[in-house]
Nanobody, 124 residues
Framework: QVRLVESGGGLVQAGGSLRLSCAAS????????AGWFRQAPGKEGEFVAA????????YYADSVKGRFTISRDNAKNTVYLQMNSLKPEDTAVYYC?????????????????WGQGTQVTISS
């Protein structure tokens, strides 16, 4: 079993930065693909970024490519999402997720464990 807890959300102005953290419990988390998803009010959830268990492969949604960076520290059982050049359209609840697959996946249906989410609000 893996438990995920996100932190780092908040309110920032457009152009600013935030770093989200996802702390995981469970010995096997370091072997899982980790991902970030987000859901804006009135919209469907969408994939943001994912990283392979060893950090050797990452994948980003086109909407965040070049602005967001996903990373992980398996010694700390933590995954990060560095978000720069934030835009009002990045406003959403951001969720951390873990997948037992061995390759980076972008569909939420492939993720087995989810955090409770952290709110990110970008003002214009």
């Amino acid at each position: 079993q893996v438990r995920l807890v996100e932190s780092g959300g908040g309110l920032v102005q457009a152009g600013g930065s935030l770093r989200l953290s996802c702390a995981a419990s469970g010995r096997t988390f370091s072997m899982y693909v980790a991902g970030w998803f987000r859901q804006a009010p009135g919209k469907e959830g969408e994939f943001v970024a994912a990283i392979k268990w060893n950090g050797g492969s990452t994948y980003y949604a086109d909407s965040v490519k070049g602005r967001f960076t996903i990373s992980r520290d398996n010694a700390k059982n933590t995954v990060y999402l560095q978000m720069n050049s934030l835009k009002p359209e990045d406003t959403a609840v951001y969720y951390c997720a873990a997948s037992r697959t061995t390759t980076v996946v972008t569909s939420s249906t492939n993720y087995n464990y989810w955090g409770q989410g952290t709110q990110v609000t970008i003002s214009s």
